[in-house]
């Protein structure tokens, strides 16, 4: 049984206000089949939720988080460079970029984090070249100082292997969506403690 959309957004805003209130970082807003108009109204709902130092990305479309005043915006390896981006944007706007290789990282220095991937085999990457640990290590001594999260297949198995290549965190979309029957909220914020505790755990081992 699929969601309405009135379900499906209501979903969402407490998935995005649970996270919050755990504390985590950041956000992105990543839905490609919204055109700009209800996209800006889903982003500007959604800003309206997040609280603390949890902030709010758009997904690629730098019109939209502009629009929105969202906290920044989350650019893809084929995206428009940051350094253009900070061009036109307001001081403390958030600019994360995606990675897949190593001499993408040259030319997005002016970013505020990178997102690279896709670290180890997941459902929706299924032809892809994966990092794994080595390759991700390198493109964390290849950022030499920038922050860059993992994204692809990391939960709660995989911390131990992500703290090791010195990476600052992951990204998920799986590790974040509810099973049947579970409270979005207690799921959410139990999941995003958990993930942080281990990660620190790891980290401080390594």
């Known amino acids: 049984m699929g969601l309405r959309q009135g379900d499906w957004a209501e979903a969402l805003h407490h998935q995005v206000g649970a996270a919050a209130n755990a504390g ?10 919204l055109e700009a108009g209800p996209l800006v109204e889903l982003v500007k709902s959604l800003m309206r939720v997040v609280s603390g130092a949890t902030r709010l990305l758009v997904n690629d479309r730098l019109d939209v988080a ?7 915006v989350h650019l893809k390896e084929r995206s428009i460079l940051p350094a253009d981006v900070r061009r036109i944007t307001p001081p403390g706007f958030l600019i994360g970029c995606s990675v897949h290789q190593i001499s993408s990282i040259a030319a997005r220095k002016s970013a505020d984090f990178l997102i690279a991937g896709t670290v180890l085999p997941t459902a929706s990457k299924p032809a892809v070249d ?8 390198k493109v ?11 994204i692809g297949g990391l939960d709660l198995s995989a911390i131990p292997m992500l703290a090791s290549t010195r990476a600052s965190g992951l990204a998920a979309i799986g590790a ?12 959410v914020q139990n999941r995003v403690r958990a993930l942080r505790k281990a990660f620190d ?3 401080q081992r390594t």
């Open 66 to 72: 502009l629009a929105a005043r969202a906290h920044g």
């Open 176 to 187: 974040f969506i509810p099973g049947a029957g579970d409270d979005v909220s207690d799921f």
């Open 140 to 150: 964390v001594e290849a950022a030499a100082g920038q922050p860059v999260l993992g």
């Open 130 to 137: 994966y990092l794994d640990q080595d390759g991700l290590r």
């Open 201 to 203: 755990s790891a980290r």
């Open 24 to 33: 985590i970082d950041y956000v992105q807003v990543r839905e490609p089949d």
